[in-house]
């Protein structure tokens, strides 16, 4: 589908997302962290706009997402539903504000929610955070999960490899699934799964099914929108695709910009008062 056939003037929410869905239109998402950007996806069509804790990375430089603060979330999410009008626009909780204590994961969320006015929450988890989920769903918010591949565990992984690859952990992964679907979560994303096993969570569940280097047999997509348009350079999974090469055109145009002001050629008279 191209930009020209999007339907821009109408509201994406949770309910149209299950419509999506439903009709086989696959989803748009990408993440986004400041106005500017979160301006210029939604300008586009993006359905889904996700202020992703990878901020921890992406606009923090740290190695892994678990120092971000919900302060910091919210800060970025602030600055995102301020240029947004069309996409939805889903929050991530960051680590510590949700795990092992749903009564302040209720807390968080609800600051999420009022602070920033975005729309839904993402957590990452399945049954051991199940607690949590019921408690901020029972309070109105939309959650949308996350499976698989979760950054926030990473110590407890220890690598960043494809999960869920033996059945144990794949069954462990669609009865997850199955139990976000069954108490109210309006969509999940998985990350970094086998293509097959992806397509059969998609097929079991009613609600959307995101993926990030999941295959195509899911509802939709997600990717970083810092890796997809080339901006970090330093990160290249097999599930990246690079639409752009924007390092290389800044690093072009800061270049010339500073030849220009050694030189005397900027300003021109043109360009002074």
């Known amino acids: 589908m191209s930009t020209n056939t999007i339907d821009n003037s109408r509201k994406v929410t949770t309910r149209r997302l299950i419509e999506m869905k439903h009709r086989g239109e696959k989803i748009s998402m990408l993440t986004a962290y400041d106005y500017s950007s979160a301006k210029i996806i939604d300008e586009a069509g993006m359905d889904v706009i996700l202020v992703g804790d990878s901020a921890s990375n992406v606009m923090a430089g740290n190695v892994t997402t678990l120092p971000i603060t919900l302060d910091q979330m919210i800060y970025h999410a602030k600055s995102v539903m301020k240029a947004t009008k069309r996409a939805l626009v889903v929050v991530d909780l960051p680590f510590g504000s949700y795990q092992g204590n749903s009564k302040e994961a209720l807390a968080s969320a609800i600051r999420i929610m009022k602070e920033s006015h975005a729309e839904a929450v993402k957590m990452e988890g399945g049954a051991e955070i199940r607690e949590s989920v019921e408690r901020i769903l029972s309070a109105g918010i939309p959650v949308m999960g996350h499976l698989g591949l979760t950054p926030q565990s990473i110590n407890k992984f220890g690598t960043y490899n494809v999960r869920a690859r033996e059945q144990e952990e794949a069954d462990k992964l669609i009865a997850d699934a199955r139990l976000l679907e069954e108490i109210g979560c309006f ?72 030849k220009d002001v050694k030189s005397g050629d900027f300003p021109s008279p043109e360009e002074s008062y």
Do not use: C, W
Not at 204 to 228: C, F, R, Y
């Open 187 to 258: 969509a999940i994303v998985l990350e970094k799964i086998p293509a097959q096993l992806a397509g059969e969570v998609a097929r079991q569940l009613s609600i959307p099914v995101i993926g990030i280097g999941a295959g195509g047999k899911v509802d939709g997509q997600v990717l970083v929108m810092h890796d997809m348009l080339g901006i970090n350079k330093g990160f290249s999974p097999r599930f990246l695709r690079r639409y752009a090469d924007l390092a290389g055109i800044m690093n072009t145009a800061i270049q010339n910009y500073i």
